[in-house]
């Protein structure tokens, strides 16, 4: 069974630019969450999607925003880059729209200057 | 405000030796916790869980334990092997939530 795959791994963006982070679901799972990791803190919950919809968001300001696909893979869409935005952003699959049997990808390391 | 919190950055013991990592929280409505430990590069894997009507899991060479009256858990490896150097995050969560709230992590090192 595959993984959580995550691309890209790595990427600059400036000030200002919209970035798009995508994230493919573990097979069998039909719920992705995003978490968003800034350097020295832990993963803090951005949103949750559950069947194509959000079920789920954290304190994050509308500038992020996700889709869910019908296969459940996921993207995380963040406009208006800000500086703060710089952290690395783990994408986690999981089988029922709960917190449990969480399976993370690598992340994709996010830099905004 | 930090609802789960890890206070020791890092810690670090020698191969064959207890390791404790600790985690308190302030939310009374967390009723599982969870530990995950991160390699660098690497997305965070499970390793423990508890629901709050227990006050002790062990999986192997890892034991959670809860203290509800505490706020408190503490995650123990025996013995810890140098493969066990990693990040350690404590998380919380409660019935009904989508999510997982997380603290900062230690830095745990297990030296040879």
């Known amino acids: 069974e595959t993984g959580v795959t995550q691309s890209p791994t790595h990427l600059i963006k400036t000030r200002g630019q919209q970035v798009t982070l995508r994230c493919s679901s573990q097979s069998g799972h039909n719920t992705v969450s995003w978490y968003q990791q800034a350097l020295g803190q832990g993963p803090q919950f951005i949103f949750q999607?559950?069947?194509?919809?959000?079920?789920g968001r954290g304190n994050f300001p509308p500038r992020f925003s996700g889709l869910q696909f019908p296969n459940y893979s996921s993207e995380l869409n963040v406009n208006a880059l800000e500086l703060d935005d710089s952290a690395l952003y783990l994408c986690a699959s999981s089988p029922l729209a709960q917190p449990y049997g969480y399976t993370f990808g690598s992340g994709t390391r996010l830099t905004v200057v | 405000d930090q609802q789960v919190k890890q206070n020791s950055p890092s810690l670090s013991v020698q191969e064959g030796r207890i390791s404790i990592l600790n985690c308190d929280y302030t939310?009374?409505?967390?009723?599982?916790f969870l530990w995950y430990k991160k390699y660098p590069a690497e997305g965070p894997t499970f390793l423990i869980s508890?629901?709050?009507?227990?006050d002790k899991n062990e999986d192997g060479r890892f034991t959670v334990f809860l203290n509800k009256s505490a706020k408190h858990l503490s995650l123990h490896i025996v013995p810890s092997q140098p493969g066990d150097s990693a990040v350690y995050f404590c998380?919380?969560?409660?019935?009904?939530?989508?999510?997982?709230?997380f603290g900062k992590g230690t830095k745990l090192t297990v030296n040879p």
């Open positions: 998380a919380a969560t409660q019935g009904g939530s989508e999510k997982l709230v």
């Open positions: 999607y559950y069947r194509e919809e959000e079920n």
């Open positions: 508890i629901s709050s009507i227990k």
């Open positions: 939310n009374s409505m967390f009723d599982y």
